[in-house]
């Protein structure tokens, strides 16, 4: 069974961090494009980060450029998000998700899921 699972998420003041994980298992995603979502309370979800498959290109929402940084282990099968100077805005469900094997870097779709960690982000 394919899994993805975020861990991380929890309270944290304004401009304090959080560094989100995204393990995957039941197959290995090192050729997969990988990406980062949220969905703030009464709002649509939203895209904040992706990464290509080897690591070496990277694109972030104009919300988080600057203060998010995606990076990922293929060895440990895990996509991190780190998340510098938080703003209470960055309150959201974050949820870890991974394209289809093949899928091109300007393909929206993503196949793959987690079920979301949450992050409040307090004033």
């Known amino acids: 069974q394919v899994q993805l699972v975020e861990s991380g998420g929890g309270f944290v003041q304004a401009v304090g961090s959080l560094r989100l994980s995204c393990a995957a298992s039941g197959r290995t995603f090192s050729r997969n494009i990988m990406g980062w979502f949220r969905r703030a309370p009464g709002k649509e979800r939203e895209f904040v980060a992706r990464i290509h498959w080897s690591g070496g290109i990277t694109y972030y929402s104009d919300s988080v450029k600057g203060r998010f940084t995606i990076y990922r282990d293929n060895a440990k099968n895990t996509v991190y998000l780190q998340m510098n100077s938080l703003k209470p805005k960055d309150t959201a469900v974050y949820y870890c998700?991974?394209?289809?094997?093949?899928?091109?870097?300007?393909?929206?779709?993503?196949?793959?899921w987690g079920q979301g960690t949450h992050v409040t982000v307090s004033s």
């Open positions: 998700a991974a394209k289809r094997d093949g899928s091109t870097w300007y393909n929206v779709e993503y196949d793959y």
